[in-house]
């Protein structure tokens, strides 16, 4: 199992008390598998996220419990500077805005090298361009040479993304968490670009947790789905079947708000705005006890 997440809760410490952000989290992901976090913003996703990098155990407000488990190691039990070995070599990330992520004060092969150096300490900058190279045109770049010499506000946002790509994938992780990939994209570029990643991620056999608030890209990319509405899963279950029968009140609603080209506007979905401080409102129906299947 690449990774185990049990009962995760997260909670802040605020002027106004302890907001309750997870309320008790739990799945899993398979080696080689895709699977989707899927709900409206501010539902927990990307927190979610964080916490499997390692991200949020160093605040001081943040209070955390439950189990994350990572190839078999618990990441409460590793030191921060164990953690932040994990990332960029066994895990790595892909942000939703790639031209934010890159730094636009160093070349895209500067960049490049660096990751490549969290493997491989002694690499060279010859080597590590030779690899940043392959791995470019492994995300369908015409010209590698020519983007490890360019900054990132030189390309495009599509071209940034699957540069954003070719660096997740590059030191080979058993672990790519995707938070809302090619969303700053136009529909065309996005679709292309994410059936280069799952092309990719097959290739490697790399686990993936893709979150994403989109469930029409879902559906073209993800094995299974969770469907998480205010720090709860609600639904799980492969992607065909929830697609095909989706048994939660609020998977019904998400798949509403999918744009359709028959026109019309898009539906709103109700209680829309997740109030942390007061948990314990919720929509009619959308706080059910979570389906599985």
């Not at 209680?271 to 599985?292: I, T």
């Amino acid at each position: 199992m690449t990774l185990r997440i049990r009962d995760l809760k997260l909670g802040f410490r605020s002027y106004s008390g302890t907001v309750d952000v997870l309320h008790g989290i739990s799945l899993h992901i398979g080696k080689g598998e895709r699977v989707a976090l899927v709900g409206e913003s501010g539902s927990g996703k990307s927190v979610t996220a964080r916490i499997v990098l390692g991200l949020l155990q160093a605040m001081k407000s943040a209070r955390i419990s439950g189990l994350v488990e990572f190839e078999g190691r618990d990441l409460a039990r590793l030191s921060e500077r164990e953690r932040h070995g994990l990332r960029g070599t066994r895990m790595s990330m892909i942000f939703q805005d790639p031209t934010s992520s890159l730094n636009p004060v160093y070349t895209i092969g500067a960049q490049f090298h660096e990751v490549l150096r969290r493997v491989a300490p002694g690499i060279s900058v010859e080597e590590a361009r030779r690899k940043a190279a392959a791995a470019l045109a492994d995300v369908a770049i015409s010209e590698p040479k020519r983007v490890l010499d360019s900054y990132s506000f030189q390309l495009s946002g599509g071209m940034n993304q699957r540069v954003m790509i070719a660096m997740a994938l590059a030191n080979e992780p058993s672990l790519l968490i995707a938070d809302e990939p090619g969303t700053a994209l136009d529909v065309t570029v996005q679709a292309q670009t994410l059936g280069l990643m799952r092309d990719l991620v097959e290739k490697h056999h790399t686990a993936v947790l893709f979150i994403s608030h989109n469930l029409g890209v879902v559906r073209e990319f993800a094995d299974r789905v969770y469907v998480i509405y205010k720090g709860r899963i609600v639904e799980q279950g492969p992607a065909a079947g929830l697609f095909e029968d989706p048994r939660h009140p609020y998977t019904r609603a998400l798949m509403r708000a999918v744009p359709r080209i028959t026109g019309g506007g898009i539906p709103e979905i109700e209680d829309a705005s997740p109030s942390y401080f007061d948990p314990l409102v919720v929509h009619e129906g959308y706080g059910e006890p979570e389906v599985a299947r």
